[in-house]
């Protein structure tokens, strides 16, 4: 499995992010092409402050099926549309995802 995560930074205006974000962005996510399974949340906590106001996560089969759900035409309406509520900046990392065992 393959996992991306976004972080975001806390935004101008918190109320807007999180209503675009459900109401406009998420219905977008859920058409995204090899997409396996999803998860949010604006509930980031840290040890001290956290520097972060938002967090997505999601699941690919491997690193060519994300590469493929990124250049998709949805994964372009994606990309473009996160300037529409994430004013404070995102970042975004992917990893392999490794099975623990024990």
Known sequence: ???LVVLYSKPVDPDHFRDYYVTNHLPLVMNWPGLLAWRYSFDVAATGETPYFAV???????AAAM??????????RLAADVANYATGGAVIIHYPVQDGTG
């Open 56 to 62: 997505f996560e999601g699941d690919f089969a491997d």
């Open 1 to 3: 499995m393959h996992k």
């Open 67 to 76: 590469t493929a759900a990124q250049g998709s035409p949805q994964g372009q």
